[in-house]
Every structure is written in C-alpha cells, then in structure tokens.
C-alpha cells in the first residue's frame, strides 16, 4: 500500500515555463514532507521541505504548496531551466521518523 | 563542508567475497542512515543510527552489517551478497532523525 504516491511518472515542460510536480499522500500522522533532485547514478540532492504547520515554503525558484485536507503537496519550479531535467522524488515523515518516498516523477524540460 | 562522502564510487565483488562501504559527513550531523536503491525505483532505508547508535533496522537480511564507529563515519560491511543485491548504495545524514537528509553520491555495487 503506497503511502506516497506520485501519479505522473514523467513530464515534459517548455523551457521557461512553469513546471508542477504533483504528490499525494494517505498517511494523516505525516507532519514533514521534502522533494529531492536525483540525476541518474548520483544521489538524491534535497530541494525543499515544507512542515505541517505551513501551506507553502518558497526557496528561489521552487515553491511547495500543502494542501492538508487533500492530502496533497505539489512543487512548482518557475523558470523551468534544461537542468532541472532530473527525477523529482516527494518523501513524507512523521515523528517516530521514517521518510516515505513516492515513486519519483522524471522531469524533461524541452528547449 | 557541506558533503556526505562515499567510498568507492563502484564495487564489483564476488558472491564469496567480503567488502565494505564507507560514508563520511564532517557537518556534526548526529544521524546518518544507508539505503538501497535499484534502477527507476525510491531509495529504500536500511538502516538509520542516532548518536552512533543503531535505531532503525529495516528487517535487513545479515549478510549487510552496519558500524558507526564515531558521529562522523558509517560503514557498510558486506558478506556472502547475491546478485540481486546489485544496487546503487546510499548513504545520507542529518542533523537529528526529523530533519532533512543530505546524501552521498552512492556506491554502485555489482554481485558477480
């Protein structure tokens, strides 16, 4: 039973555009959620996290929106740039501590 | 410094042989954990120590053992592997168990 789900196993954006990456989650004890960049054969890079107590977090060009009720937290990269083509992984902890990773989601961006 | 360093980048080892990886973090983080990753699929954890203490075994079978010797090093010692234990080997750490990880580039294993 996945915990964390990323529906969307890839993406392909225009360069300059804005890019979404979706994620939904079951678990309502989840109190941390964080997006990780893995290029292939590295490992993962940590993004942005965003706590419960919050709705968005914004770090430059990446901003993460909660939505408790839906259980949902998308990512939003605004410029897309050709390096930000990469896997775009959503993971989710609660306080005994166990991140949870959804399924990734490879983002293509297009020049 | 703001690294978690893995050693060796690649490992091809016999199913016979015994081996081990090695992480190091100088960020004073006190939790540091190992997990597996195979192609197109979500790092798994394995194994998660806090303040050189193991915390967290994710039912891993025996032939992996893990070591923290001091807050700064963690190994992996591998034993009697199978092929299906060809993955990529992470390790990441953080400043305690509920903050954000930071990862290491991985060790590329291959069980001949």
């Known amino acids: 039973d996945q915990q964390v789900k990323q529906n969307s196993p890839s993406l392909s954006v225009q360069e300059g555009r804005i890019s979404i990456l979706n994620c939904d989650y079951t678990n309502s004890m989840f109190d941390y959620f964080l997006w990780y960049k893995k290029y292939p054969a590295e490992g993962p890079t940590f993004l942005i996290s965003?706590?419960?107590i919050k709705d968005k977090n914004e770090d430059g060009r990446f901003t993460v929106f909660l939505n408790k009720s839906a259980k949902h937290l998308s990512l939003h990269i605004v410029p897309s740039q050709p390096g930000d083509s990469a896997v775009y992984f959503c993971a989710a902890s609660d306080s005994n501590y166990q991140l949870i990773w959804g399924a990734g989601t490879k983002l293509i961006i297009k020049p | 410094d703001t690294e978690v360093t893995q050693t060796p980048k690649h490992l091809v080892m016999g199913m016979t042989n015994k081996k081990s990886l090695k992480c190091e973090q100088h960020m004073g983080h006190r939790a540091m954990y190992w997990y597996k990753q195979k192609a197109k699929k979500p790092p798994e954890l394995m194994f998660v120590y806090s303040y050189e203490k193991l915390s967290i075994n994710e039912s891993v079978p025996s032939r992996f053992s893990p070591e923290c010797p001091n807050s700064s090093l963690l190994n992996l010692h591998l034993h009697a592997l199978q092929p299906e234990d060809s993955a990529l080997y992470l390790c990441?750490?953080?400043?305690?168990?509920?903050?954000?990880?930071?990862f290491g580039q991985g060790t590329r294993l291959t069980v001949v």
């Open positions: 965003i706590s419960s």
């Open positions: 990441a750490s953080s400043r305690q168990t509920n903050t954000e990880a930071f």
